[in-house]
């Protein structure tokens, strides 16, 4: 079995490891990730980058991927993400990218 990364090693070695594939198949986990999807698309004016964060849950650990537009998009997605996880990891992959 694969050691998970810990908040704060290496992304690059996150990356390798979990994708939207993995995605783990316990009820709980698949709840945290349904929820905070449905957290940031049920947000008053989400854009449409952030329809697109790609967001899985994997040994309770809550992955969020994929570009936003701008900062604030970011800021609302890992606010939500923190507060369904209850105090478990959240690792933030999200870029923002700006055009």
């Not at 490891?17 to 698949?30: C, G, N, Y």
Request: hydrophobic fraction near 40%; glycine fraction near 6%; avoid cysteine.
């Amino acid at each position: 079995m694969s050691k998970l990364l810990g908040v704060g090693e290496a992304t690059d070695a996150r990356r390798d490891k979990f994708t939207s594939l993995d995605q783990s198949s316990d009820p709980h986990e698949v709840d945290i990730t349904r929820k905070i999807r449905e957290a940031i698309v049920r947000d008053d004016a989400p854009g449409v980058t952030v329809r697109n964060v790609k967001i899985f849950t994997v040994s309770e650990l809550a992955t969020l991927r994929g570009p936003v537009r701008i900062t604030d998009e970011h800021a609302r997605i890992v606010a939500a993400a923190e507060e369904i996880a209850g105090g478990k990891d959240v690792i933030d992959e999200i870029e923002v990218k700006i055009d």
